[in-house]
């Protein structure tokens, strides 16, 4: 193994335990019947979203995520 190798592994290694971290992190979204009827009023009623800690962790996720695709791809063609 390279030490380029070695480094992407490492990045990939500690780029999906931290996918993994902030998926736990999240609150779950299943509030039953209620939240199915009252959910599209809430998102539409909320306007501050975006700041929510929850906003922030899915962001997150879709970045984590996405750098350990990207890593996993790299891997794959060294």
Do not use: C, R
């Amino acid at each position: 193994m390279t030490v380029v190798s070695v480094i992407f592994t490492i990045l990939q290694v500690l780029s999906g335990l931290a996918v993994t971290a902030i998926v736990l992190m999240q609150s779950g979204k299943s509030a039953g019947l209620s939240g199915a009827i009252s959910g599209g009023a809430e998102t539409f009623m909320s306007k501050g979203k975006a700041k929510t800690l929850d906003a922030k962790l899915a962001k997150a996720t879709k970045w984590f995520a996405l750098a350990f695709v990207v890593l996993t791809l790299i891997l794959n063609l060294l």
